[in-house]
Protein backbone atom coordinates (compact mmCIF):
# COMPACT_ATOMS: atom_id res chain seq x y z
CA UNK A 1 0.00 0.00 0.00
CA UNK A 2 3.03 2.29 0.83
CA UNK A 3 3.88 1.89 -2.40
CA UNK A 4 0.64 2.79 -4.39
CA UNK A 5 0.62 5.91 -2.42
CA UNK A 6 3.89 6.40 -3.76
CA UNK A 7 2.95 5.95 -7.07
CA UNK A 8 -0.70 8.45 -6.71
CA UNK A 9 1.42 11.41 -5.22
CA UNK A 10 3.81 10.59 -8.36
CA UNK A 11 0.83 10.76 -10.53
CA UNK A 12 0.11 14.04 -8.81
CA UNK A 13 2.91 15.56 -9.95
CA UNK A 14 3.62 14.42 -13.14
CA UNK A 15 0.05 15.78 -14.24
CA UNK A 16 1.31 19.27 -13.02
CA UNK A 17 0.87 21.46 -16.54
CA UNK A 18 3.93 22.02 -16.26
CA UNK A 19 5.49 18.72 -16.04
CA UNK A 20 2.34 17.33 -18.35
CA UNK A 21 2.97 19.78 -20.84
CA UNK A 22 6.70 19.58 -21.08
CA UNK A 23 6.05 15.36 -20.99
CA UNK A 24 4.17 15.84 -24.27
CA UNK A 25 6.53 18.19 -26.01
CA UNK A 26 9.50 15.48 -24.89
CA UNK A 27 7.15 12.98 -26.65
CA UNK A 28 6.98 14.73 -29.83
CA UNK A 29 10.04 15.45 -29.84
CA UNK A 30 11.36 12.42 -29.10
CA UNK A 31 9.17 10.43 -31.97
CA UNK A 32 11.23 12.87 -34.82
CA UNK A 33 14.70 12.76 -33.10
CA UNK A 34 14.63 9.07 -33.05
CA UNK A 35 13.55 9.18 -36.43
CA UNK A 36 16.13 10.98 -37.84
CA UNK A 37 18.73 8.71 -39.40
CA UNK A 38 22.30 9.68 -37.31
CA UNK A 39 20.61 11.19 -34.28
CA UNK A 40 19.00 9.31 -31.92
CA UNK A 41 18.08 9.88 -27.72
CA UNK A 42 21.67 9.79 -27.30
CA UNK A 43 21.88 13.07 -29.18
CA UNK A 44 18.70 14.41 -28.91
CA UNK A 45 18.89 14.59 -25.02
CA UNK A 46 21.95 16.13 -25.03
CA UNK A 47 21.44 18.23 -27.05
CA UNK A 48 18.34 20.00 -25.16
CA UNK A 49 19.61 18.98 -21.93
CA UNK A 50 21.12 22.75 -21.40
CA UNK A 51 17.37 24.69 -22.01
CA UNK A 52 15.94 21.96 -18.88
CA UNK A 53 18.19 24.13 -16.81
CA UNK A 54 15.36 26.75 -16.50
CA UNK A 55 12.79 24.43 -15.13
CA UNK A 56 12.85 22.21 -11.32
CA UNK A 57 14.77 19.41 -11.73
CA UNK A 58 11.60 17.39 -11.50
CA UNK A 59 10.04 18.92 -14.90
CA UNK A 60 13.85 18.41 -16.53
CA UNK A 61 13.34 14.82 -15.68
CA UNK A 62 10.26 14.57 -17.05
CA UNK A 63 11.11 16.12 -20.35
CA UNK A 64 14.47 14.33 -20.91
CA UNK A 65 12.96 10.96 -20.21
CA UNK A 66 9.99 11.90 -22.54
CA UNK A 67 12.34 12.26 -25.16
CA UNK A 68 14.14 9.14 -24.34
CA UNK A 69 11.07 7.42 -24.49
CA UNK A 70 9.94 9.25 -27.86
CA UNK A 71 13.19 8.26 -29.16
CA UNK A 72 12.86 4.21 -28.89
CA UNK A 73 9.60 4.63 -30.58
CA UNK A 74 10.57 6.96 -33.61
CA UNK A 75 13.71 4.99 -34.04
CA UNK A 76 11.36 2.18 -35.74
CA UNK A 77 9.64 5.10 -37.88
CA UNK A 78 12.98 5.48 -40.43
CA UNK A 79 13.78 1.80 -39.95
CA UNK A 80 10.38 0.89 -41.68
CA UNK A 81 9.88 3.94 -44.39
CA UNK A 82 13.16 4.25 -45.01
CA UNK A 83 15.21 1.28 -43.93
CA UNK A 84 17.71 3.64 -42.34
CA UNK A 85 18.00 2.73 -38.83
CA UNK A 86 17.25 6.21 -36.95
CA UNK A 87 19.58 4.76 -34.20
CA UNK A 88 21.43 1.82 -32.89
CA UNK A 89 18.36 0.74 -30.79
CA UNK A 90 16.38 0.17 -33.95
CA UNK A 91 18.47 -1.91 -36.65
CA UNK A 92 17.28 -5.18 -35.45
CA UNK A 93 13.97 -3.68 -36.54
CA UNK A 94 14.97 -3.08 -40.21
CA UNK A 95 15.28 -6.87 -40.87
CA UNK A 96 11.63 -7.52 -40.97
CA UNK A 97 10.40 -3.95 -40.80
CA UNK A 98 11.60 -2.67 -44.25
CA UNK A 99 10.62 -6.07 -46.54
CA UNK A 100 6.63 -5.18 -44.64
CA UNK A 101 7.07 -1.69 -46.08
CA UNK A 102 8.11 -2.82 -49.41
CA UNK A 103 5.06 -5.45 -49.36
CA UNK A 104 2.60 -2.81 -48.79
CA UNK A 105 2.22 -3.68 -45.19
CA UNK A 106 3.98 -0.67 -44.03
CA UNK A 107 1.13 0.54 -41.68
CA UNK A 108 1.13 -2.81 -39.97
CA UNK A 109 4.63 -2.59 -39.12
CA UNK A 110 3.72 0.56 -37.87
CA UNK A 111 1.60 -0.48 -35.79
CA UNK A 112 3.06 -3.53 -34.50
CA UNK A 113 5.72 -1.77 -33.68
CA UNK A 114 3.83 1.00 -31.58
CA UNK A 115 2.17 -1.40 -30.10
CA UNK A 116 4.66 -3.71 -28.77
CA UNK A 117 7.24 -0.44 -27.51
CA UNK A 118 4.07 0.36 -25.59
CA UNK A 119 3.69 -3.22 -24.16
CA UNK A 120 7.39 -3.35 -23.71
CA UNK A 121 7.27 -0.11 -22.31
CA UNK A 122 4.46 -1.02 -19.47
CA UNK A 123 5.58 -4.17 -18.42
CA UNK A 124 9.04 -2.89 -17.82
CA UNK A 125 7.46 0.34 -16.18
CA UNK A 126 5.79 -2.31 -13.36
CA UNK A 127 9.07 -3.97 -13.03
CA UNK A 128 10.78 -0.97 -12.73
CA UNK A 129 8.02 0.17 -9.63
CA UNK A 130 8.12 -2.91 -8.38
CA UNK A 131 11.30 -4.73 -8.06
CA UNK A 132 13.87 -1.56 -8.27
CA UNK A 133 16.10 -2.21 -5.53
CA UNK A 134 16.54 -5.74 -5.69
CA UNK A 135 16.90 -6.14 -9.62
CA UNK A 136 19.60 -3.11 -9.32
CA UNK A 137 21.36 -5.48 -5.97
CA UNK A 138 21.17 -8.21 -9.00
CA UNK A 139 22.74 -6.27 -11.69
CA UNK A 140 25.32 -5.64 -9.18
CA UNK A 141 26.71 -8.86 -9.35
CA UNK A 142 27.60 -8.53 -13.04
CA UNK A 143 31.23 -7.51 -13.70
CA UNK A 144 33.55 -7.26 -16.78
CA UNK A 145 33.31 -11.46 -16.90
CA UNK A 146 29.68 -11.54 -16.64
CA UNK A 147 29.15 -8.57 -19.79
CA UNK A 148 31.51 -10.76 -21.93
CA UNK A 149 29.29 -13.69 -21.70
CA UNK A 150 26.58 -11.59 -22.52
CA UNK A 151 28.34 -10.39 -25.83
CA UNK A 152 28.87 -13.72 -26.58
CA UNK A 153 25.29 -15.19 -26.07
CA UNK A 154 24.24 -12.11 -28.03
CA UNK A 155 26.83 -13.29 -31.07
CA UNK A 156 25.06 -16.90 -30.16
CA UNK A 157 21.86 -15.89 -31.25
CA UNK A 158 22.43 -14.37 -34.26
CA UNK A 159 23.86 -17.30 -35.70
CA UNK A 160 20.71 -18.31 -36.53
CA UNK A 161 19.87 -15.31 -38.76
CA UNK A 162 21.19 -16.94 -41.54
CA UNK A 163 18.55 -20.16 -41.79
CA UNK A 164 20.38 -23.33 -42.61
CA UNK A 165 23.53 -21.08 -43.92
CA UNK A 166 25.45 -20.98 -40.58
CA UNK A 167 29.24 -20.71 -42.14
CA UNK A 168 27.96 -17.03 -43.75
CA UNK A 169 26.33 -16.02 -41.02
CA UNK A 170 29.73 -16.70 -38.70
CA UNK A 171 31.94 -15.16 -41.21
CA UNK A 172 30.26 -11.83 -41.48
CA UNK A 173 29.94 -12.00 -37.54
CA UNK A 174 34.11 -12.09 -37.45
CA UNK A 175 34.00 -9.51 -40.59
CA UNK A 176 32.12 -7.35 -38.12
CA UNK A 177 34.18 -7.89 -35.13
CA UNK A 178 37.48 -7.37 -37.78
CA UNK A 179 36.05 -4.49 -38.56
CA UNK A 180 34.95 -2.75 -35.02
CA UNK A 181 38.74 -3.22 -33.89
CA UNK A 182 39.80 -0.33 -36.63
CA UNK A 183 41.14 2.27 -35.03
CA UNK A 184 43.37 2.89 -31.86
CA UNK A 185 43.73 0.47 -29.07
CA UNK A 186 41.97 0.80 -26.47
CA UNK A 187 45.10 0.03 -23.83
CA UNK A 188 48.10 0.96 -25.57
CA UNK A 189 46.87 3.14 -27.93
CA UNK A 190 48.72 2.21 -30.71
CA UNK A 191 46.99 2.49 -34.54
CA UNK A 192 45.18 -1.33 -35.76
CA UNK A 193 43.94 -1.87 -39.16
CA UNK A 194 44.70 1.96 -40.80
CA UNK A 195 43.84 0.99 -44.09
CA UNK A 196 45.87 2.81 -46.67
CA UNK A 197 47.40 5.03 -43.45
CA UNK A 198 44.01 7.15 -43.90
CA UNK A 199 43.59 9.31 -40.71
CA UNK A 200 39.66 9.29 -40.84
CA UNK A 201 40.38 5.68 -39.62
CA UNK A 202 41.77 6.18 -36.52
CA UNK A 203 38.54 7.40 -35.01
CA UNK A 204 37.21 3.76 -36.21
CA UNK A 205 34.24 2.94 -38.14
CA UNK A 206 30.98 3.78 -36.71
CA UNK A 207 28.07 1.37 -36.27
CA UNK A 208 25.53 3.44 -37.98
CA UNK A 209 27.89 4.47 -40.73
CA UNK A 210 28.17 0.64 -41.17
CA UNK A 211 24.53 0.68 -41.10
CA UNK A 212 22.89 3.68 -42.94
CA UNK A 213 25.47 2.44 -45.76
CA UNK A 214 23.89 -1.16 -45.84
CA UNK A 215 20.13 -0.44 -45.48
CA UNK A 216 20.11 3.31 -46.92
CA UNK A 217 22.62 3.22 -50.04
CA UNK A 218 22.65 -0.66 -50.40
CA UNK A 219 18.81 -1.15 -50.36
CA UNK A 220 18.18 2.02 -53.19
CA UNK A 221 21.18 0.30 -55.39
CA UNK A 222 19.40 -2.64 -54.89
CA UNK A 223 15.46 -1.21 -55.46
CA UNK A 224 16.48 0.56 -58.65
CA UNK A 225 18.50 -2.51 -60.13
CA UNK A 226 15.88 -4.82 -59.27
CA UNK A 227 13.03 -2.42 -60.77
CA UNK A 228 15.31 -1.90 -64.03
CA UNK A 229 14.74 1.70 -63.64
CA UNK A 230 10.97 1.83 -62.92
CA UNK A 231 11.47 1.57 -59.36
CA UNK A 232 7.97 2.72 -57.87
CA UNK A 233 7.45 2.61 -53.70
CA UNK A 234 4.14 -0.25 -53.21
CA UNK A 235 0.60 1.83 -52.70
CA UNK A 236 -0.46 2.25 -49.28
CA UNK A 237 -3.47 2.96 -47.56
CA UNK A 238 -4.14 3.55 -43.92
CA UNK A 239 -7.84 3.72 -42.70
CA UNK A 240 -9.83 2.37 -39.32
CA UNK A 241 -10.22 -1.30 -41.19
CA UNK A 242 -6.43 -1.88 -41.68
CA UNK A 243 -5.93 -1.16 -38.43
CA UNK A 244 -7.89 -3.89 -36.93
CA UNK A 245 -6.43 -5.79 -39.27
CA UNK A 246 -3.15 -4.64 -38.42
CA UNK A 247 -4.12 -5.38 -34.57
CA UNK A 248 -5.41 -8.80 -35.15
CA UNK A 249 -2.06 -9.80 -36.96
CA UNK A 250 -1.16 -9.39 -33.25
CA UNK A 251 -3.02 -11.84 -31.80
CA UNK A 252 -0.12 -14.06 -31.81
CA UNK A 253 2.35 -12.27 -30.23
CA UNK A 254 1.61 -12.64 -26.96
CA UNK A 255 4.43 -15.05 -25.99
CA UNK A 256 7.29 -13.07 -27.94
CA UNK A 257 6.20 -9.54 -26.57
CA UNK A 258 6.56 -10.59 -23.28
CA UNK A 259 9.73 -12.62 -23.79
CA UNK A 260 11.50 -9.94 -25.33
CA UNK A 261 10.01 -7.47 -22.67
CA UNK A 262 11.47 -9.10 -19.84
CA UNK A 263 15.06 -9.98 -21.96
CA UNK A 264 15.09 -6.51 -22.74
CA UNK A 265 14.47 -5.51 -18.93
CA UNK A 266 17.13 -7.55 -17.68
CA UNK A 267 20.05 -6.64 -20.10
CA UNK A 268 18.65 -3.08 -19.78
CA UNK A 269 19.69 -3.09 -16.09
CA UNK A 270 23.16 -4.24 -16.92
CA UNK A 271 25.82 -1.65 -16.91
CA UNK A 272 27.14 -0.01 -19.86
CA UNK A 273 24.53 -2.76 -21.77
CA UNK A 274 21.76 -0.82 -22.79
CA UNK A 275 18.66 -1.08 -25.46
CA UNK A 276 20.83 -2.06 -28.54
CA UNK A 277 22.27 -5.86 -27.40
CA UNK A 278 18.78 -6.43 -25.79
CA UNK A 279 16.74 -5.97 -29.19
CA UNK A 280 19.44 -8.10 -31.53
CA UNK A 281 19.17 -10.62 -29.05
CA UNK A 282 15.51 -10.42 -28.89
CA UNK A 283 15.30 -10.77 -32.47
CA UNK A 284 17.86 -13.39 -32.44
CA UNK A 285 16.12 -15.28 -29.60
CA UNK A 286 12.55 -14.69 -31.24
CA UNK A 287 14.04 -16.31 -34.67
CA UNK A 288 15.62 -19.36 -32.98
CA UNK A 289 12.17 -20.08 -31.17
CA UNK A 290 10.25 -19.60 -34.36
CA UNK A 291 8.60 -22.87 -35.97
CA UNK A 292 9.58 -21.28 -39.33
CA UNK A 293 12.89 -19.43 -39.30
CA UNK A 294 12.47 -19.14 -42.65
CA UNK A 295 10.46 -16.45 -42.90
CA UNK A 296 12.48 -13.74 -40.85
CA UNK A 297 14.15 -11.33 -42.60
CA UNK A 298 11.46 -11.02 -45.05
CA UNK A 299 8.33 -9.42 -43.71
CA UNK A 300 7.69 -11.53 -40.31
CA UNK A 301 5.31 -9.29 -37.84
CA UNK A 302 7.31 -10.76 -34.91
CA UNK A 303 10.88 -9.34 -36.39
CA UNK A 304 9.11 -6.33 -35.67
CA UNK A 305 7.90 -7.15 -32.25
CA UNK A 306 10.59 -8.54 -30.72
CA UNK A 307 13.20 -5.73 -30.89
CA UNK A 308 10.59 -2.90 -30.27
CA UNK A 309 9.31 -4.33 -27.36
CA UNK A 310 12.89 -5.06 -26.20
CA UNK A 311 14.58 -1.89 -26.67
CA UNK A 312 11.75 0.13 -25.07
CA UNK A 313 11.75 -1.90 -22.07
CA UNK A 314 15.71 -2.05 -21.64
CA UNK A 315 15.19 2.03 -21.95
CA UNK A 316 13.52 1.70 -18.39
CA UNK A 317 15.54 -0.82 -17.36
CA UNK A 318 18.61 1.27 -17.79
CA UNK A 319 17.52 4.05 -15.77
CA UNK A 320 17.20 1.05 -12.54
CA UNK A 321 20.84 1.30 -11.90
CA UNK A 322 21.37 4.75 -12.58
CA UNK A 323 18.89 6.16 -9.94
CA UNK A 324 18.92 3.34 -7.48
CA UNK A 325 23.59 3.05 -7.74
CA UNK A 326 24.79 6.20 -9.80
CA UNK A 327 25.87 3.77 -12.80
CA UNK A 328 24.35 4.53 -15.66
CA UNK A 329 22.51 1.79 -18.11
CA UNK A 330 23.40 3.18 -21.28
CA UNK A 331 24.81 6.12 -22.93
CA UNK A 332 21.61 8.28 -22.85
CA UNK A 333 21.54 7.45 -19.28
CA UNK A 334 24.63 8.59 -18.37
CA UNK A 335 23.89 11.85 -19.92
CA UNK A 336 20.46 12.01 -17.61
CA UNK A 337 23.04 11.12 -14.79
CA UNK A 338 25.03 14.35 -15.73
CA UNK A 339 22.40 16.55 -15.68
CA UNK A 340 21.10 14.84 -12.07
CA UNK A 341 24.41 16.27 -10.90
CA UNK A 342 24.15 19.50 -12.09
CA UNK A 343 20.62 19.97 -10.98
CA UNK A 344 21.99 19.05 -7.68
CA UNK A 345 20.63 15.14 -7.06
CA UNK A 346 23.26 12.49 -5.76
CA UNK A 347 21.97 9.33 -7.54
CA UNK A 348 21.94 6.42 -5.36
CA UNK A 349 19.97 3.94 -2.81
CA UNK A 350 19.25 7.56 -0.30
CA UNK A 351 17.71 9.57 -3.59
CA UNK A 352 14.08 7.13 -2.89
CA UNK A 353 14.25 8.90 0.64
CA UNK A 354 15.60 12.14 0.62
CA UNK A 355 13.85 12.99 -2.98
CA UNK A 356 10.68 10.63 -3.82
CA UNK A 357 8.89 13.56 -5.63
CA UNK A 358 11.63 13.36 -8.04
CA UNK A 359 11.50 10.04 -7.90
CA UNK A 360 8.21 8.71 -7.92
CA UNK A 361 7.13 12.04 -10.25
CA UNK A 362 9.54 10.60 -12.40
CA UNK A 363 8.43 6.75 -12.50
CA UNK A 364 4.52 8.00 -12.48
CA UNK A 365 5.92 10.26 -15.99
CA UNK A 366 6.93 7.16 -17.40
CA UNK A 367 3.32 5.90 -17.17
CA UNK A 368 1.99 8.87 -18.70
CA UNK A 369 4.37 9.51 -21.56
CA UNK A 370 4.49 5.44 -22.48
CA UNK A 371 0.70 5.91 -23.18
CA UNK A 372 1.11 9.40 -24.67
CA UNK A 373 3.64 7.98 -27.05
CA UNK A 374 1.75 4.97 -28.67
CA UNK A 375 -1.15 7.81 -29.03
CA UNK A 376 1.02 10.04 -31.21
CA UNK A 377 2.10 7.37 -32.35
CA UNK A 378 -0.52 5.42 -33.79
CA UNK A 379 -2.56 9.23 -34.61
CA UNK A 380 1.08 10.06 -36.86
CA UNK A 381 0.68 7.10 -38.77
CA UNK A 382 -0.98 8.32 -41.86
CA UNK A 383 1.90 11.10 -42.40
CA UNK A 384 4.36 8.41 -42.19
CA UNK A 385 2.27 6.80 -44.75
CA UNK A 386 2.35 9.90 -46.81
CA UNK A 387 6.41 9.93 -47.18
CA UNK A 388 5.68 6.49 -49.04
CA UNK A 389 4.01 8.09 -51.77
CA UNK A 390 5.83 10.21 -52.43
CA UNK A 391 7.28 8.82 -56.43
CA UNK A 392 10.53 7.13 -56.30
CA UNK A 393 12.43 9.56 -58.25
CA UNK A 394 11.80 12.15 -55.59
CA UNK A 395 12.31 9.87 -52.55
CA UNK A 396 15.51 8.07 -53.47
CA UNK A 397 17.77 11.27 -54.15
CA UNK A 398 16.11 12.42 -50.21
CA UNK A 399 17.42 8.91 -48.88
CA UNK A 400 20.48 9.55 -50.50
CA UNK A 401 20.76 12.90 -49.21
CA UNK A 402 19.67 11.82 -45.65
CA UNK A 403 21.86 8.99 -45.28
CA UNK A 404 25.08 11.59 -46.19
CA UNK A 405 23.53 14.00 -43.73
CA UNK A 406 23.02 11.09 -40.70
CA UNK A 407 26.51 9.60 -41.21
CA UNK A 408 27.93 13.23 -41.13
CA UNK A 409 26.17 14.86 -38.44
CA UNK A 410 27.32 12.68 -35.45
CA UNK A 411 30.80 13.45 -36.06
CA UNK A 412 31.16 16.50 -38.26
CA UNK A 413 33.97 14.64 -40.02
CA UNK A 414 33.68 14.15 -44.55
CA UNK A 415 35.22 10.71 -44.04
CA UNK A 416 32.22 9.13 -43.01
CA UNK A 417 30.22 9.77 -46.00
CA UNK A 418 32.98 8.24 -48.06
CA UNK A 419 32.89 4.74 -45.76
CA UNK A 420 28.83 5.15 -46.04
CA UNK A 421 28.79 5.07 -50.19
CA UNK A 422 31.45 2.54 -49.99
CA UNK A 423 30.28 0.16 -47.78
CA UNK A 424 26.64 1.14 -50.07
CA UNK A 425 27.93 -0.51 -52.52
CA UNK A 426 29.57 -3.39 -50.48
CA UNK A 427 26.23 -4.22 -49.15
CA UNK A 428 24.61 -4.50 -52.39
CA UNK A 429 27.59 -6.82 -53.91
CA UNK A 430 26.77 -8.86 -50.53
CA UNK A 431 23.28 -9.15 -50.89
CA UNK A 432 23.26 -10.15 -54.51
CA UNK A 433 25.64 -13.13 -53.05
CA UNK A 434 23.29 -13.55 -50.69
CA UNK A 435 25.26 -12.78 -47.68
CA UNK A 436 23.33 -12.16 -44.43
CA UNK A 437 23.84 -8.44 -43.25
CA UNK A 438 22.11 -8.58 -39.43
CA UNK A 439 25.28 -10.41 -37.89
CA UNK A 440 27.59 -7.89 -39.77
CA UNK A 441 25.77 -4.86 -37.94
CA UNK A 442 25.35 -6.86 -34.68
CA UNK A 443 29.45 -7.29 -34.59
CA UNK A 444 30.56 -3.70 -35.09
CA UNK A 445 28.09 -2.90 -32.57
CA UNK A 446 28.94 -4.69 -29.81
CA UNK A 447 32.65 -6.11 -30.96
CA UNK A 448 33.72 -3.12 -28.74
CA UNK A 449 31.71 -3.34 -25.97
CA UNK A 450 32.65 -7.18 -26.01
CA UNK A 451 36.40 -6.19 -26.20
CA UNK A 452 36.62 -4.31 -23.70
CA UNK A 453 35.03 -6.80 -21.25
CA UNK A 454 37.20 -9.35 -22.39
CA UNK A 455 40.80 -7.30 -21.93
CA UNK A 456 39.39 -6.06 -18.43
CA UNK A 457 38.87 -9.10 -17.36
CA UNK A 458 41.82 -10.73 -18.52
CA UNK A 459 43.56 -7.85 -17.01
CA UNK A 460 41.92 -8.41 -13.65
CA UNK A 461 42.85 -11.87 -13.71
CA UNK A 462 46.32 -11.33 -14.90
CA UNK A 463 45.62 -13.41 -18.09
CA UNK A 464 43.85 -16.47 -16.39
CA UNK A 465 40.55 -17.11 -18.90
CA UNK A 466 39.40 -19.88 -17.46
CA UNK A 467 37.61 -17.48 -15.13
CA UNK A 468 35.55 -16.51 -17.50
CA UNK A 469 33.48 -20.02 -17.33
CA UNK A 470 34.58 -20.72 -14.16
CA UNK A 471 32.57 -17.95 -13.01
CA UNK A 472 29.18 -19.04 -11.52
CA UNK A 473 27.02 -16.30 -13.50
CA UNK A 474 29.41 -15.74 -16.41
CA UNK A 475 29.47 -19.76 -17.01
CA UNK A 476 25.86 -19.93 -17.06
CA UNK A 477 25.76 -17.61 -19.60
CA UNK A 478 28.48 -19.11 -21.58
CA UNK A 479 26.35 -22.54 -20.95
CA UNK A 480 23.10 -20.74 -22.41
CA UNK A 481 25.52 -19.33 -25.58
CA UNK A 482 26.52 -23.00 -26.03
CA UNK A 483 22.89 -24.20 -26.36
CA UNK A 484 21.99 -21.50 -28.78
CA UNK A 485 24.95 -21.86 -31.12
CA UNK A 486 24.39 -25.52 -30.70
CA UNK A 487 20.33 -25.61 -31.91
CA UNK A 488 20.50 -24.27 -35.08
CA UNK A 489 23.32 -26.76 -35.92
CA UNK A 490 20.70 -29.87 -34.56
CA UNK A 491 18.16 -28.67 -36.61
CA UNK A 492 19.94 -28.37 -39.66
CA UNK A 493 21.41 -32.00 -38.96
CA UNK A 494 17.83 -33.14 -38.42
CA UNK A 495 16.35 -31.53 -41.43
CA UNK A 496 19.27 -33.02 -43.49
CA UNK A 497 18.21 -36.55 -42.31
CA UNK A 498 15.10 -35.98 -42.87
CA UNK A 499 15.57 -34.91 -46.69
CA UNK A 500 17.98 -37.69 -47.04
CA UNK A 501 15.66 -40.69 -45.18
CA UNK A 502 12.49 -39.19 -47.91
CA UNK A 503 15.34 -38.99 -50.92
CA UNK A 504 16.11 -42.62 -49.47
CA UNK A 505 12.06 -44.14 -49.31
CA UNK A 506 11.63 -42.68 -52.58
Avoid at 179 to 190: E, F, N, Q, W, Y
Avoid at 211 to 230: F, H, P
Avoid at 297 to 312: D, H, I, T
Wanted: with cysteine; charged share 10%; hydrophobic share 55%.
Amino acid sequence: MELLGHLIDGFGIAFQPLNLGLMALGCLLGLFIGAMPGLGSVNGVAILLPITFIVPPTAAIIFLAAIYYGAMYGGAISSIMLGIPGASTAVATTFDGRPLALQGKADHALVAAAVASFVGGTISIVLFTLFAPPLADFALRFGTHEEFALMVLAFATFVGLSGDDIPKTIFMILLGLVLATVGLDIISGRPRLIFFDLQGFYKGISFIVLAIGIYGIGEMLWTMETSRGKAQMASHTYNFARFLDAMRQLKDSGRTMVMSSFLGYFVGILPAAGATPGSLMAYGLTKSMSNDPDRYGKGEVNGVVAPECANNAASTGSMLPMLTLGIPGSPTTAILLGGMIIWGLTPGPLLFTTEPEFVWGLTASLYAANLLTLVLNLALIPLFIWVLRTPFSILAPMIFVLCFIGGYAPDNRMFDPWLILLFGVVGYLMRKLDYPMAPLVLAIVLGPLAENSLRQSLIADRGDWTTLFTRPLSGVIFLCAIALFVYPLFLAFRRRRQKSAAANGA
